[in-house]
């Protein structure tokens, strides 16, 4: 069965310093999506991106964060510089439509990222 | 303010037993009501729903929507120490269909 995959499964970097998240959608999807959970706290959506451009973004997103579909597989989030508060788990997650019966997001199993 | 609501926050009960757990909502333009398992990492797609009174089924599981009353059920019937997990609860709404909020969650656990 298709599913979303992620790289790293856990990421330990400095305060400051940029990471890049990586997805893998699943294949003939066309909507993606990332989202963040801060241990013990809800699941908050960040970013969605469609026809290459971002589609819509939440108050979090701010101009630290970017995202990019380098080719036509993989999915990136670039954090540029990383705050204690940035410590996450991170979800990317894809659709077939955005909208009707095909708009289930799946969602890959996350990227730890711990931020010291 | 908290847009998506789920009760209870935390159940323990024996295998066997049936659960429904709650989700109540309050959005303008509601699109969708989704349906996630979540144990170890991501959470895992269970049901999707957009009609009211129209129950889905899977199994074991099953889940309806009242917009009316503006919220959803699901329903485990003779749980497993497999069911154990957070049951998420998450809503699209608004101009866009793309987003997803989410509840915080109901912490299941199925002792054997």
């Known amino acids: 069965e298709p599913e979303v995959t992620q790289t790293p499964s856990h990421q330990v970097t400095q305060m400051g310093q940029e990471v890049i998240l990586r997805c893998v959608p699943i294949?003939?999807?066309?909507?993606f999506y990332w989202y963040r959970q801060i241990l013990g706290q809800k699941v908050e959506f960040l970013v969605s991106f469609y026809n290459n451009e971002i589609s819509e973004k939440s108050e979090i997103f701010d101009d630290q964060f970017s995202v990019e579909r380098p080719d036509g597989s993989n999915f990136t989030l670039k954090i540029r510089s990383t705050k204690l508060e940035d410590s996450a788990m991170y979800f990317c997650?894809?659709?077939?439509?955005?909208?009707?019966?095909?708009?289930?997001?799946?969602f890959g199993p996350g990227t730890r990222l711990t931020v010291t | 303010e908290d847009k998506v609501v789920q009760s209870p926050l935390s159940l323990v009960v024996h295998e066997g037993d049936t659960v429904t757990l709650n989700c109540s909502y309050e959005v303008t333009n509601f699109r969708s009501l989704l349906w996630y398992k979540q144990e170890k990492k991501a959470p895992t797609f269970l049901f999707m729903l957009t009609s009211s009174g129209i129950e889905k089924k899977s199994g074991r599981l099953s889940s309806i929507l009242d917009k009316k009353e503006l919220f959803s059920i699901l329903n485990i019937t003779a749980t497993q120490t497999g069911d154990s997990a957070i049951y998420l609860c998450?809503?699209?709404?608004?101009?866009?269909?793309?987003?997803?909020?989410f509840g915080k969650g109901t912490l299941l656990t199925v002792n054997p």
């Open positions: 998450a809503v699209g709404f608004g101009g866009s269909n793309y987003k997803l909020t």
């Open positions: 294949s003939n999807h066309l909507y």
């Open positions: 997650a894809s659709s077939l439509a955005g909208g009707g019966d095909s708009y289930e997001q799946y």
